[in-house]
């Protein structure tokens, strides 16, 4: 079940997951056709799937980047499998070409994986036992909570290990908001996350990046007039201080990179680690997966490279 887990991370990224052997996970594989070695990236559910300038953009569970299919007719039994697992919440498997996000083949899942990927994904927010404030007694603790966080980002010398990938955006935001909530609960308070979905762009003020989703910590605090409040936590977007949600979901769609649309967005609780755009859930409670990206993509910076760096290992 653990290999499972590791192919359908493969992302999965952003995530996804992997719990059931397959020896094939992580092997390039060469087809009959073109002698060509494709890229395994694993048993994934993909979440969504559209068309934009001539090409379909695909988006799979857990990573934040799309993945593009030709519209060939070579391709057109691969796209067809793509929609109805789409439609139907059903994992496939998942080939590309070499360094690249282009999708290359698509094979059917077994039984056994539908199985699994039935059993991992629920509809159900799994219950904490831990009594947390939920929310900050001022603004000032607000701050303080943020800064804290900040500290924590790659690259400065107050971070702890794993650090958090604020400079890196191009995925990996699922782990950031996990870290970011687990900082707050060491500090004896709790937190929502966000999830924001669409044809998503951002700028980091030197470059763009496009997501299918995007999720952040959403935190509430009493102001001033003791009227609770909510603020985004998200360093890699705003790194002077918290904003609210409605300007952190602008940013996520900012037109100057591209076209963008925002479709839905939704808020969960903290213990949610990735949420579908249809509503299914996913957890990390042990952060093994979360700890994991992090490291993996903690020597990363700005929007490159893109596809993101393998996280297929990370597990849960």
Not at 7 to 26: E, G, K, R
Not at 89 to 112: G, R
Not at 241 to 249: F, H, I, K, Q
Not at 265 to 288: E, H, K, Q
Request: hydrophobic content about 35%; overall charge neutral.
């Amino acid at each position: 079940m653990k290999n499972l887990i590791l192919s359908m991370m493969a992302f999965v990224s952003v995530l996804s997951l992997n719990a059931c052997a397959d020896s094939n996970a992580n092997q390039d594989l060469t087809t009959k056709e073109s002698n060509v070695a494709l890229k395994d990236f694993g048993k994934t559910i993909p979440v969504g799937i559209e068309e934009e300038n001539g090409t379909l953009k695909v988006s799979f569970i857990v990573t934040a980047q799309f993945y593009t299919i030709q519209q060939t007719k070579e391709n057109e039994g691969y796209v067809e499998m793509l929609r109805q697992a789409v439609k139907n919440e059903t994992p496939v498997h998942v080939f590309l070409k070499p360094n690249t996000s282009e999708i290359a083949k698509i094979e059917k899942a077994t039984d056994e994986d539908l199985r699994y990927f039935k059993s991992v994904l629920s509809k159900e927010v799994k219950e904490e036992t831990n009594k947390l404030t939920s929310v900050l007694p001022n603004v000032a603790t607000l701050n303080s909570m943020f800064t804290l966080i900040k500290n924590q980002a790659c690259g400065t010398s107050t971070a702890s290990s794993p650090c958090i990938t604020f400079r890196y955006p191009v995925d990996g935001c699922y782990a950031r908001a996990h870290k970011m909530r687990q900082i707050l609960i060491n500090n004896g308070y709790d937190a929502e996350k966000q999830f924001v979905y669409g044809n998503l762009k951002a700028s980091t003020g030197t470059c763009c990046v496009s997501w299918s989703y995007h999720v952040a910590l959403l935190v509430s605090y009493k102001n001033a007039s003791g009227v609770t409040e909510k603020r985004i936590f998200d360093p890699s977007l705003f790194p002077s201080g918290p904003v609210t949600d409605a300007v952190w979901r602008a940013a996520c769609a900012n037109s100057s990179c591209g076209s963008v649309l925002v479709s839905s967005y939704a808020n969960t609780a903290g213990n949610v680690y990735y949420r579908s755009p249809a509503g299914a859930l996913m957890y990390d409670n042990s952060y093994i997966n979360t700890n994991c990206v992090l490291t993996t993509f903690s020597s990363l910076s700005g929007c490159s490279p893109s596809p993101a760096p393998y996280v297929g290992h990370c597990g849960f």
